[in-house]
């Protein structure tokens, strides 16, 4: 069946360093994929979203690209904040019951 | 930010008694979702629904019903609490002009404690 991997955390990362959180997926079809935020003691919030191959998501300074030939979705943000400091969640949908598939998330704490 | 709100926000309950957590969107979103957020698997579905009265099972389904009698409630029951149901739940909801792949945007989480 479909499936999200993603990096294990937890990463801690000084301020202003950049963030890469590698995702990969197995899916049939073509999916949507996701990347969601969950702040603590908060449901998750959508961060950005490619709905084809080669579409760029982004905000908030995040970005991913939908990469079939890799089958991949990467999340990057180029100088990170302790703002940011939450887990992370890719995931696609797309399978007949339309729910999203979640990697187990990846726990980010940026120190300033 | 959808409007989607979920009840209660936590509860603590003992083994072998029902519990029914609520969830409500004011959004028109034609599908809705409940997950379980348990620590090492990430967010897993339990019971979704395509329509009012039109639901069906998720991936850890088990000793969980729903119903849908209008388009803004979805309701997740617990016929019998076991300790093995404490998590966190998650309503979400999507799909406001009918596509499966649309957004799914989630309430704010019900935190479940079964003794």
């Known amino acids: 069946g479909d499936s999200v991997t993603q990096m294990e955390g937890p990463v801690t990362l000084s301020e202003e360093a950049f963030l890469t959180i590698n995702c990969t997926y197995t899916?049939?079809?073509?999916?949507?994929l996701f990347w969601y935020v969950q702040y603590p003691g908060e449901g998750l919030q959508l961060l950005l979203k490619?709905?084809?191959?080669?579409d760029k998501g982004s905000n908030k300074g995040f970005e991913a690209t939908y990469r079939k030939e890799t089958t991949s979705f990467h999340l990057e943000k180029g100088s990170v904040q302790v703002s940011d400091s939450a887990v992370y969640f890719c995931a696609l949908t797309g399978g007949s019951q339309g729910n999203l598939i979640f990697g187990k998330g990846t726990k980010l704490s940026v120190k300033p | 930010d959808a409007g989607i709100t979920q009840s209660p926000r936590h509860k603590v309950t003992e083994t072998g008694t029902p519990v029914t957590l609520r969830c409500h969107q004011t959004?028109?979103?034609?599908?809705m979702y409940w997950y379980r957020q348990d620590p090492g698997h990430g967010l897993r579905l339990i019971h979704y629904?395509?329509?009012?009265?039109?639901?069906d099972k998720g991936e850890v389904s088990d000793g969980y019903s729903v119903s849908r009698s209008k388009t803004e409630d979805f309701l997740l029951t617990l016929e019998s609490a076991t300790s093995s149901q404490t998590s966190v739940y998650f309503c979400?909801?999507?799909?406001?002009?009918?596509?499966?792949?649309?957004?799914?945007?989630f309430g704010p989480g019900t935190r479940l404690l079964v003794l």
């Open positions: 490619a709905t084809k191959a080669d």
């Open positions: 979400a909801s999507g799909g406001a002009s009918g596509e499966l792949q649309e957004t799914q945007y």
């Open positions: 899916a049939t079809g073509y999916p949507s």
């Open positions: 959004e028109n979103h034609r599908y």
């Open positions: 629904s395509y329509g009012v009265k039109d639901t």
